[in-house]
């Protein structure tokens, strides 16, 4: 496993490639403990805490 984070040009380029809006990330969902599809990911930052990560929907709903 590469470090989290940062991923090289070339990681990132290969995975816009297979598919840009519908891959999974590795981010959990707070709201529901799934995980997120990228075109899904919404990043919240909360203090004390750092980043959090919504589905995009769940994240409205909560
Ligand atoms: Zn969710």
């Excluded at 590795?26 to 750092?50: A, T």
């Amino acid at each position: 496993m590469a470090k989290k984070g940062e991923l090289s040009k070339t990681a990132r380029a290969s995975m816009a490639q297979r598919d840009d809006t519908n891959f999974a990330t590795d981010r959990i969902c707070e709201q529901c403990g799934e995980r997120i599809m990228l075109k899904e990911l919404m990043p919240v930052k909360v203090v004390g805490q750092g980043m959090v990560y919504y589905h995009k929907n769940h994240f409205a709903a909560s």
